[in-house]
Structures are given as structure tokens and as C-alpha cells.
């Protein structure tokens, strides 16, 4: 019998009709892979709010400084957490969401230099405290490697869709507390990482940010969920700030402008090395046919693409 992690509610169920709905506008509005500058920015976001929940004191502006691989003064620990962040997200997509290895080997990306053991179970009892006061009493150690295998069974057998898989995840990982440390950046990590798995948009949208700027909310929400045993009352917390998120791209968002942009956002969606017009005309349907061959030509001109063949029969090549 599998183990009940949350109560579907109408709540629920209206959230994850609006994240729905909302996928579907980015999907059908070319936004789902931004324009390289908002990728960045939203990575800046990402690394620095998840590592500032955990009183990591580096700004963005420093947090841009080591992604751009510049000098940066500042704690050195600070420095090393934001590096091993920027490893790990940027490895996000060579992790299976599915396998237990690769989560490990993500912990041992993120915790590198800063725990004895990072990417294994921690081995001792720990609690999470507010000020003096136990907060919650994570369960035994010798029981984490038995309930994280259940929870990684759960992804594969669940039936919920794979955003309210995700938000189950983080609450419930944050629960067992697997880690001796890392725990709260390995949640958010991996939640993107499944997010990812049901959008590709989900890789670059900071929904980190979200949780920082709700911070004393994402607090109650896991507080709350540990006192009724169940995840239901993250799963809520966790989809609005997945909602609130994809509602800021969509307005922070505009689809590429003129054609140097439209190409430049053709060749990041489109792998194939040879494509044809009607294939450029699929991503950006709005388009009309003289301006989509107008927009190839310019490109032919600047050296971006090679054409061959006429007419109808007439096919461009990646230079």
C-alpha cells in the first residue's frame, strides 16, 4: 500500500489548473526558453535567493561577479557555497530527477568543501531549532535510506501530476532531513529539477526567489504540514509561488522583436543542423511567410546560415 503523503483539495486542484493554464501561454507565446540576458538574470535571482535563505550574505551584484568569474570580496564560505550553487543548477540538466545516485551526487556538487560528507546520508540524529526551541526532530538516521528510497518510489508510481509530485518531494525531503547539512538548498534544488521534468521553462524561472520573498511563509507552510503529517499545506504554499512565478515571466517576458532576435531564438529551440522555412514558420506561427524568408535571408547575408536549393525546395544549414 502506498504511503498517503497529501489531501487533495479544491485548492489543489484550481492551482495546478492555473499552472496549467499559464504553461500554456508560455508555451504558445515562444517564452519558454527567455532571452539569454533574463536566463542569466534569473539564474542570478535563483542562486542567490535559495542561498540566502540559509544566511548566505553575498549580494546579486556579487553573486553576477563569480558566475562572470571575477574577484569578489566576501566571506570565503559565502564565495564557495555561491560556486558549488552555480555548478549545481548548471548540472541540473544531466541529473535524472528519478534516480537516488544522481540526487546524492547533486548534494556532493552543492556541499563540496563545506561538509565532511557530502553527497551521503548523514549517519547521526538531527533537529531543525528556532532559537532555543526544537522546531522538528527529523527521524533516525538508520531510517532515512528507507524513506528516501520511498520517496524516489513515489515519483516513478504516484499518480498526482509532476508538479504536485515536486512540491511533495521538497516538503517531504525537508521532513526527513536526509543530510547533515544542505538540506533546505538540496529541497529547492531538486524540486527545479522535477519542475523541470514537466516544463523545460522551469530551469530558468526563479522560483527560489519566490520562496525567499515569502520566507517566514515557506517556514509555516513545513511547520504547518509537520504537524498535520501530511505535505498538504506546502503543496498549496508551494504552487502559488510556482503560479506567482510563471505569472512574472509572462509579464517580465516579450517574444523575440525583430529578426536578428527571432534567429538567434530559432537556433536555441531548433537542434537539427538543416531545417526549412515551413520549420522556422512553426516556432513563430504569427509570422508571415515574406517576413520569415526575409528574416533567413538577412541571416544567409551575415554569415549565420548556409542555403542551398530554390524556392519550395530550399533548405538552410547552421554555419
Not at 273 to 296: G, H, I, M, W
Amino acid at each position: 500500500m502506498q504511503h498517503k503523503y497529501f489531501e487533495p483539495t479544491a485548492e489543489i486542484v484550481n492551482l495546478s489548473t492555473d499552472i496549467g493554464h499559464l504553461l500554456g501561454v508560455i508555451d504558445g507565446s515562444q517564452l519558454r526558453k527567455p532571452q539569454p540576458t533574463l536566463r542569466k538574470r534569473n539564474k542570478i535571482k535563483t542562486i542567490r535567493a535559495s542561498l540566502a535563505i540559509e544566511g548566505n550574505t553575498l549580494t546579486e551584484a556579487q553573486v553576477t561577479a563569480i558566475l562572470d568569474n571575477k574577484p569578489v570580496i566576501g566571506p570565503q564560505k559565502d564565495i564557495l557555497e555561491v560556486r558549488n550553487a552555480i555548478k549545481a543548477y548548471e548540472s541540473l540538466p544531466d541529473f535524472n530527477p528519478y534516480a537516488e545516485l544522481d540526487y546524492l551526487r547533486a548534494h556532493q556538487i552543492l556541499m563540496e568543501g563545506l561538509v565532511d560528507k557530502a553527497g551521503q546520508y548523514r549517519t547521526e540524529g538531527v533537529g531543525v531549532f528556532q532559537g532555543n526551541q526544537v522546531a522538528h526532530l527529523a527521524p533516525p538516521a538508520w531510517n532515512v535510506p528507507h524513506l528516501m528510497s520511498q520517496l524516489f518510489a513515489y515519483l516513478l508510481s504516484g499518480t498526482e501530476n509532476l508538479i504536485i509530485k515536486s512540491c511533495i518531494f521538497h516538503y517531504e525531503m525537508e521532513f526527513i532531513h536526509p543530510f547533515s547539512d544542505g538540506n533546505g538548498r538540496m529541497g529547492r534544488l531538486w524540486q527545479t529539477r522535477l519542475l523541470m521534468e514537466a516544463n523545460p521553462v522551469f530551469e530558468f524561472l526563479p522560483v527560489e526567489k519566490a520562496i525567499k520573498d515569502s520566507q517566514e511563509d515557506y517556514y509555516k507552510a513545513l511547520s504547518d504540514s509537520d504537524r498535520s503529517g501530511l505535505s498538504t499545506t506546502f503543496v498549496v504554499y508551494a504552487l502559488k509561488k510556482i503560479r506567482s512565478s510563471l505569472q512574472e515571466m509572462i509579464k517580465l517576458s516579450t517574444p523575440p522583436a525583430n529578426a536578428e532576435e527571432r534567429i538567434q531564438y530559432f537556433m536555441e529551440q531548433h537542434d537539427q543542423p538543416f531545417f526549412t522555412r515551413k520549420d522556422y514558420r512553426a516556432v513563430f506561427p504569427n509570422l508571415s511567410t515574406s517576413t520569415a524568408s526575409r528574416d533567413l535571408q538577412a541571416a544567409v547575408q551575415q554569415g549565420l546560415l548556409l542555403k542551398t536549393g530554390d524556392k519550395r525546395n530550399t533548405t538552410y544549414e547552421r554555419r
